[in-house]
């Protein structure tokens, strides 16, 4: 991307396991501001769990380790190990993955024989939704296609494995695809072939009206807070809905172009991040 954009700055809003294809925002220029409010936005995947084998990694790329029939597995039982893992759950992510122990990735550890064990951590599963379920050669091995929307730091990977654990057969990944990250979808994405025949991307003031609360400025209020001044807060400042919403407002001039983020404190709203007029930058998705 810095090659095909002509440009070295270019960042990503979190990158995607090696077998997984799907949606990967990336930031060029002055959009890679934004990347922070990207990062932890909820996602969704389709993905395939295969119940019956375990492998070290918990997909396909992994070694097998252990198999297990899964001919006995009812569709009920799945159904209810599935409902088991929706909603907010404690999550022990897959010891291949890249969260730092000791300074050092989780994966590099394992590839270098150490046993690692990660902490559980909080995550919410809003919505886990079988498709279908195949058994396969003589039903020694069952494969069930999902969709999974969940909270940033979710580990698929290791719902397959807790799913598989659950049901006393063990499971892993065999497929995963990233089809929406926040507002942004797959239908929005394009191939790098594609960004090499023309390098279509969201403007960043497009990109931030779909991410985050939309706030249209004044010609006077456009004035100060090009100089980094802070303005009287937006309507609806102080409500509870405002103190939860997370991310600033993204704060438009007449023209329509991105001009801050702002954060309202009080009865006042402060900019967080100024964007210099003209700035042509954009987000990118590619797949």
């Known amino acids: 991307m810095r090659r ?7 960042g990503h809003a979190g ?3 090696p077998m997984a294809t799907g949606v990967l925002v990336l930031g060029i220029n002055k959009a890679t501001r934004l990347l922070t409010y990207i990062v932890g936005t909820s996602k969704t995947y389709t993905a395939t769990i295969r119940l019956g084998e375990t492998t070290i990694t918990d997909d396909a790329e992994g ?5 297990r029939s899964a001919s006995e597995v009812t569709d009920d039982a799945i159904a209810a190990g599935v409902a088991a893992l929706t909603g907010p759950i404690q999550q022990v992510p897959s010891s291949v993955s890249a969260i730092k122990v000791n300074g050092e990735r989780s994966y590099a550890r394992v590839r270098s024989g150490e046993e690692v064990k990660l902490a559980a951590r909080p995550v919410t599963i809003h919505r886990f939704e079988v498709h279908s379920i195949q058994r396969v050669d003589g039903g020694r091995v069952v494969d069930v296609d999902v969709t999974v929307e969940c909270s940033s730091g979710t580990y698929i990977r290791a719902l397959a494995r807790d799913l598989g654990n659950g049901l006393g057969v063990g499971g892993h990944l065999t497929a995963l695809r990233r089809t929406q990250v926040g507002p942004y979808t797959l239908d929005q994405a394009r191939t790098l072939e594609e960004l090499a025949e023309e ?3 969201l403007e960043m003031s497009h ?3 779909a991410l985050m609360p939309n706030r249209e400025l004044s010609a006077e209020e456009t004035t100060e807070i090009s100089f980094g001044r802070r303005i009287a807060a937006g309507p609806g400042a102080g409500t509870p809905e405002a103190a939860t919403a997370g991310n600033p407002a993204a704060a438009f001039a007449p023209s329509g172009e991105l001009v801050a983020l702002l954060a309202d404190s009080g009865s006042f709203a402060k900019p967080v991040l100024v964007f210099a007029p003209g700035t042509g930058s954009g987000t990118g998705q590619a797949q």
Request: zero cysteines; hydrophobic letters at 45%; a neutral charge.
């Open 199 to 201: 390098l279509n991307v």
């Open 15 to 17: 990158t995607l396991d």
């Open 63 to 67: 070694e097998v380790t252990e198999t």
């Open 207 to 209: 990109a931030a009206r």
């Open 4 to 10: 095909l954009a002509g440009t070295r700055k270019v």
